[in-house]
Nanobody, 122 residues
């Protein structure tokens, strides 16, 4: 089992920044591919970013590329999502997730956090 707890969400004006954290506990953290997903009200959960188990490889949704950065600290079992130049369209509940397979679909992810709300005002 892997337990994931997100933090760092909040209300920010358009153009601002936030950094989300996801603390992991349980099984060996460094063996998992970690992803960030988001779900806006009335919409399906969508991929945001993913990082390999080593932290060497990353990938992003086109909508956040160049604005968001995912990183992983295996020493303290935490992943981060630095979000810059936030837009009202980024408003959603953000979830971190762990998978032995990874990818851009939510399906392969076995463990999920409870989510943290990000609201961007215009």
């Amino acid at each position: 089992q892997v337990q994931l707890v997100e933090s760092g969400g909040g209300l920010v004006q358009a153009g601002g920044s936030l950094r989300l954290s996801c603390a992991a506990s349980g099984r060996t953290f460094r063996s998992y591919v970690m992803g960030w997903f988001r779900q806006a009200s009335g919409k399906e959960r969508e991929f945001v970013a993913v990082i390999s188990s080593s932290g060497a490889a990353t990938a992003y949704a086109d909508s956040v590329k160049g604005r968001f950065t995912i990183s992983k600290n295996n020493a303290n079992n935490t992943i981060y999502l630095q979000m810059n130049s936030l837009e009202p369209e980024d408003t959603a509940v953000y979830y971190c997730a762990a998978s032995t397979k990874g990818g851009r679909s939510p399906a392969p992810y076995d463990y999920w956090g409870q989510g943290t709300q990000v609201t961007v005002s215009s």
